[in-house]
């Protein structure tokens, strides 16, 4: 009888399924068979790498991926003992098996649940069904893995009883050793299950060498020391010594991390948190494949398997589940997502993320029923427990919630929700008498002249500002959505609450510049109703912005013209998208346009297409009909003849006419090709003309650099040409920034309009799908070489102090996606950006770039440092440095590094609200310890930062507070010292000032500490700067007779400063700038100084003398 035996096999990375294997015979000595990983395996081209993780087997071989046995590690330092226990395990299984039947072992082994409908074709809805309650009746099983015991051993289910689990064998006789017989021990018996003897679950893990901990040494001195190579050369040693060690993989991951492999280090990393149950390890695992592996196909069942291990060591874990969840939502597994936030609602059923969740996989399913209960208990609870201003029922989550009802059609609920909510947001729960169906008329703008009307209401009793003025106007439109909804009776009240947004209003703060897509939706409402001329008063304000202008909408203009006889208009609209073929959306709003035209055939024509490319989603989405009448019943007649009694008869599809003209498809079939081969010679010609353009710019290069106005002109000339053909290439500049670039022309040859409608020629290129396919050369002339070209013409017109032109051309690169999408070529655009800010000196987009290298370095000095200098080294007025925005992004900064570093105890003792918390705590970062960013520290650059924009805002009091706290990170920093002596000198100078004298003698001392801290290492360029400063201070104060000194000091320091910058000169300069060193001598400034002293205290002897030795050119 053959043998069964259950276990996971991976020999192909993409089978992850449980099977069942069947043994030829008895005998056949099965405990060396290969274990098997229930993990995918990642797959690499070093062989150091693949050698280090390719763990040993019983056999003492080896195999091309590791073996995960109960979610550990089975490769222990001592091989043999490997070995022994699997034999022993094996003897364990096969003496079972002989005694059961086949029936049985099928039985008590279980069947594996079949995958979801998302990712098995074979899924049904009964097994979907079956998923579902399973999820629900069980919080700690999860959905896809009901077949693996918590603890990673496999479930059994026993179908009829056989005795106890370690007792005799049910309902037969046990057999007996003869009195007379040998005395050698007793055979086990083959019902027994489990091993002889040891102890039960995980074995604990292996003892570290003496080996393991001398190589794990030399991982972490090779890593400080930044010897990548010689770190993995000692991981991987260390891994073959002991893989169980989760730090080792860590640190060799960090490593590969550096070197640019990231798929690498996202699989060694996946690998050995194998070995471990500690929760922070999988946790790290979790966050790094979030940061890294977001675009490989891999990571989202990767994420998927740490969230369930998670799960399995804590059921209770909220943050694994919810993490799980979201993984689930974004990897389009909408139906594992929706199950695990009902889950995640029975632990906290008033979890607004959650909700929103829910509402979004519950509409992608098309079914938002489902969400509708935990909506309405929401509702209810914040409505009876929670005030208006602290709860969590926002208008937000009211606008989801009637987005719902009315995805649903129910109108008269949707009305409810959204008066009822909404009054007891703006806090006139009580006014009750408002709850009626005939009219909004609580909504109006003014009192008059419909509220009045009501007797119950009082017009004084609360501000008119909580009426129809405080609706918000997304909830207003809605509740015109659900009159219109109701029929043609509540056609003038859905009229009324769209007038509200003044369709034909073209001032700048117009509802049209604020709420665009509500107008398309208001829109596309009347349209529906067949109220055209309603609906083109909201379609035709859109026609302004071309951004808004898709194919559908150009459609839809066409169907409100021509149900209203507007042909000339009507003509233009379907004329304006005619370039844009390519688009499926245009294919989209055409097929809709024939639907209107009772032009059947060529509706059908399209939507076929449509289907063909996979775009059978948007065909439902628009309303339009999947499957042709006809489609239902066209399977070919079956001929029972001779042997072959099923062969179908050839189908044959209908003739056309025989009078039917020809003539005119075949001269459409040739003005085609004709026109196709027009656009290869005009392309070609394009091409070489571009060429020669290029290589006419790098003739005139040389000449440009040496400062030729005449080249510089030409040189211009040519590449407005060039840029202009650039810019014109409409695959660089999708409407959708997001998308990446995938190639020229990739609809026009997919799709094929009805005859008459060509309006671009067939025959282009489908555009590639795989990257390695997708082109990177334009004109013949490669990306990098075009992004290098669009940056020195925008050097060049800084240069040339054409502002306008520079930021346009900077825009454009910025923008196009063959750049916007590598984080290289973005670095460089932004570098150059801020090059030309400093060459114009434009303080605004200046302070822009520089906030932007904040934003996307966090918590690095040298970002705070370039934040300072840029604005340092920008002339004119300070008001961007420290502006609203700036203020703001900075102090948020602030308060996420001291929440981060705050220990978890004390964040308890501070009302912190819970807007806070999430803000500070960033939780789309993964992490939830409230130190998204790993900080270990203060850092005070960016604490001086913010003390500067306080300082420059005149805010002293505030200013000081923050270089104070710098101030106890870096007592012997001179520039803290030295700023806090101004800020309290300022603070001195104030109209109004508590203790001038106080404050002044506190900055009088912090200014001779600087003085002190500045001198003490005896460089004169610094002894120059203290003298200065302190020369500055006392001629601010007025006492000139302790600055004259202070000035003559910097003069006599002058000479010895310049000696020593000729020295380091000489030596080779400061390893920048070619050998040339910085000079900053105050001399001048001193002298020009000392010239206004003498010059007010009539001394003009003394001040000429001054003039002529230090401020004549």
Known sequence: ???????????????????????????????????????????????????????????????????????????????????????????????????????????????????????????????????????????????????????????????????????????????????????????????????????????????????????????????????????????????????????????????????????????????????????????????????????????????????????????????????????????????????????????????????????????????????????????????????????????????????????????????????????????????????????????????????????????????????????????????????????????????????????????EDAYINEYPDLFREVGDALRETKLHQEALRFYEPLKNKPELMDSRFCFDLAICYQALGRDEDYKSSLQIFKRNARDPQYH?????????????????????????????????????????????????????????????????????????????????????????????????????????????????DSAVDAGDPDALSEWLGIANEVFEDFQGQQSFFPRDRHLKFIGYGRWRKILNLPDGEQFIPEGEEDGPTDDKDIPVHYRKIHFDEWLEWIMLLAMRYAKNSNRESCWDVLNVAANANIFAHEQPRILLIRNVSMTCALILQDNQRLVEEARWFMKWYPYVTETYRLFCAVNRFCRGDVSFFNSGPEQKFTLRAVKTMDFGLLPQEHRLNFLFTDGDRVKWSEPSSGRNNGNPHDLVEHDPALLVLYGHMMFVAATYTSALTYYFRAYVLQPEEPILSLCIAISYVQMGFKRQTENRQFQIQQGLSFLQRYYDLRTRNDVAMHMQEAEFNMAVMWHSLGLLHLAVPKYERCLELSERVRQEQQDVRDDGGDGQGGGMAYIEDFAADAAFALQLIFSTGGDFRGARKITEKWLVL
């Open 588 to 700: 989209i709003g055409l097929a809709k346009l024939y639907q209107s035209q009772g032009r059947v055939a060529d509706m059908w024509h399209l939507i076929k297409q449509l289907r063909r490319v996979g775009k059978t989603k948007l065909v439902r989405d628009a309303g339009l009909p999947l499957v042709q009448p006809e489609e239902l019943n066209t399977e070919a007649p079956v001929q029972k003849t001779g042997r072959d009694a099923t062969s179908p008869v050839a189908y044959t599809p209908p003739q056309r006419d025989q009078d039917q003209d020809l003539s005119s498809a075949k001269r459409r079939y040739g003005e085609g090709r004709r026109l196709r081969q027009e656009r290869i010679e005009r392309d070609h010609q394009q091409d070489m003309i571009i060429n020669s353009l290029w290589q006419d710019m790098k003739v005139l």
């Open 1 to 507: 009888m053959a043998n069964q035996f259950y276990h996971y096999e991976l020999d192909n990375p993409q089978n992850n399924t449980a099977v069942y294997d069947e043994e030829e015979t008895e005998d056949e000595d099965w405990s060396v068979q290969r274990p098997a990983t229930a993990f995918p395996f990642f797959q690499t081209s070093d062989p150091a790498m693949q050698a280090a993780y390719s763990y040993g087997d019983p056999r003492g071989g080896s195999y091309p991926d590791p073996t995960i046995h109960q979610m550990r590690s089975t490769a222990p330092p001592d091989e043999a003992l490997n070995t022994d226990t699997l034999a022993g395990l094996a003897d364990d299984i096969g003496n079972e098996a002989e005694d059961f039947e086949d029936e049985s072992l099928t039985g008590l082994l279980g069947q594996v649940p079949p995958d979801n409908r998302e990712r098995d074709p074979d899924f049904g809805a009964s097994d979907l069904e079956d998923e579902e309650s399973a999820d629900d009746s069980s919080d700690e099983t999860d959905p896809e893995d009901e077949a693996i015991g918590r603890k990673g051993s496999l479930k059994a289910t026993a179908t009829r009883g056989r005795g106890g689990r370690r007792g005799g064998r049910g309902g037969r006789a046990t057999r007996s050793q003869p009195e007379d017989g040998p005395t050698k021990p007793p055979r086990r018996r083959r019902g027994e299950m489990g091993r002889r003897k040891g102890k039960y679950g995980p074995r604990a893990h292996a003892e570290t060498t003496p080996r393991f901990k001398e190589l794990n040494g030399k991982l972490t001195e090779a890593f400080l020391d930044k010897d990548w190579d010689k770190g993995l050369e000692y991981g991987f040693e260390a891994i073959k010594e002991n893989p169980e060690v989760f730090s080792v993989h860590g640190t060799i991951a960090e490593i590969l991390i550096r070197k640019g492999r990231i798929e690498d280090a996202l699989g060694a990393l996946f690998v050995g948190v194998q070995a471990t149950r500690e929760p922070a390890a999988w946790r790290y695992v979790v966050e790094k494949l979030i940061e890294y592996g977001a675009h490989m196909k891999d990571s989202r069942q990767r994420i998927q398997d740490c969230y369930s291990e998670l799960i399995s060591m804590d059921p209770e874990d909220y943050d694994s589940r919810l993490g799980r969840m979201k993984n689930y939502h974004k990897a389009g597994q909408n139906i594992r997502a929706r199950n695990e936030c009902f889950n995640l609602l029975k632990r906290d059923p008033y979890d607004h993320e959650v909700l929103n969740h829910l509402s979004g996989c519950c509409f992608s399913l098309g079914q938002p029923e489902d969400a509708l209960p935990a909506y309405e208990n929401f509702v209810s609870y914040c409505m009876e427990n929670d005030l208006p201003e602290q709860s969590g029922l926002d208008w937000s989550f009211l606008d989801s919630y009637a987005d719902m009802l009315i995805q649903m059609q129910r109108w008269d609920d949707a009305i409810k929700i959204i008066t009822v909510a909404s009054r007891w947001v703006l806090g006139r729960s009580e006014e009750t008498f408002w709850d009626w169906e005939k009219d909004d008329r609580e909504w109006d703008a003014e009192n008059e002249p419909r509220r009045v009307e009501v007797p119950q209401f009082d017009p004084g009793h609360h501000d008119v500002g909580t009426y129809g003025q405080g609706l918000l106007v997304e909830l207003r439109a809605k509740l015109g959505f659900a009159r219109l909804g109701k029929g043609s009776d509540h056609v003038q009240e859905a009229l009324h609450h769209f007038e509200f947004l003044e369709p034909e209003d073209e001032a």
